[in-house]
């Protein structure tokens, strides 16, 4: 009575414990799509011959050929290249595997071309740029993208309330900073008490030397901006307030300067001019 017992025991314990692992096994069994290796595409031909340039030296015996239908081999008294040819024309799409010293591996698709491209391919640059589009991409927004954001920013609750300036009842100022990625956005109010129309003739952004210096001409530096939010015919109706969102690409400004924001009437003198300091911009808001 006392064996069966045991026997039972051992049976449960191994059955409890295999099914764990089966299930482990299964798991691992899904390979995630990031855990490939990018494929490159390259064409080879009969008659032209495709260089590759790697960053590092290929390895002993670090290529793998996916078929008889193309041949490798490495540059003479370098160890960083290798040229594939086709072995016969038309073959079917195949790949090859290629192993460096830094222990990156690289892939490639290899289709059959009559006419390939002849030109040396230097992996090590293919690299620079992926990395840098990459940043750029994660950092960069579009124009859609820039146009939620002000929606957003107009939606949202102003949190500055200057700068400001006034000319004859007509108001400009400042009442949020906000920056996304790349981006920053400068959320501005135009207030028109005044009994006449305000029609915009056009803007200027820059940054000027807070100083200016006798005899030396004053030091501005143009800004460009990314948009002009909304789009309008730029007419700020007797007693009417307009919130306007100007977005430039990221930058600060250094103690002894000032960002100028400048609106210019058309067919009139009331003009306005809004300084904005480095400590102001330090305010600004993550969207």
């Not at 949190?159 to 300036?165: E, G, S, V």
């Not at 003009?271 to 480095?278: A, F, P, T, V, Y």
Request: glycine content about 4%.
């Amino acid at each position: 009575m006392k064996q069966l017992i045991l026997k039972l025991l051992f049976a449960f314990l191994s059955v409890s414990v295999a099914v764990p692992l089966w299930a482990q096994t299964s798991e691992l069994e899904k390979i995630h799509p990031s855990s490939y290796v990018p494929q490159y595409p390259i064409a080879v031909g009969l008659t032209n011959t495709t260089v590759l340039v790697f960053p590092f030296k290929i390895v002993t015996k670090g290529v793998d050929l996916g078929s008889t239908d193309i041949i490798a081999s490495p540059l003479q008294g370098v160890d960083n290249i290798l040229r594939i040819k086709a072995a016969k024309e038309d073959f079917a799409p195949t790949n090859a595997t290629v192993v460096t010293t830094d222990g990156k591996i690289y892939s490639f698709r290899v289709t059959f071309s009559q006419y390939p491209d002849d030109r040396p391919i230097d992996l090590g640059k293919q690299e620079t740029v992926e990395k840098t589009k990459s940043i750029l991409t994660s950092q960069k927004l579009g124009d859609e993208q820039i146009k939620q954001e002000t929606n957003v920013i107009l939606s949202s609750k102003p949190f500055l309330k200057k700068p400001k300036t006034v000319s004859y009842d007509v108001r400009l100022a400042l009442n949020g900073i906000y920056t996304k990625e790349d981006v920053l956005f400068f959320r501005l109010e135009l207030k028109n008490d005044s009994p006449m129309d305000y029609l915009i003739d056009f803007t200027r952004f820059y940054t000027q030397d807070r100083k200016r210096l006798k005899r030396t001409a004053d030091q501005e530096s143009e800004c460009k901006t990314v948009g002009i939010f909304p789009e309008s015919n730029g007419i700020i109706k007797a007693g009417a307030t307009n919130t306007i969102i100007v977005a430039f690409h990221r930058f600060t400004i250094a103690d002894h300067k000032d960002l100028v924001i400048q609106f210019f009437e058309k067919d009139g003198d009331r003009h306005l001019k809004l300084k904005i300091n480095g400590k102001t911009l330090m305010k600004a808001h993550g969207l």
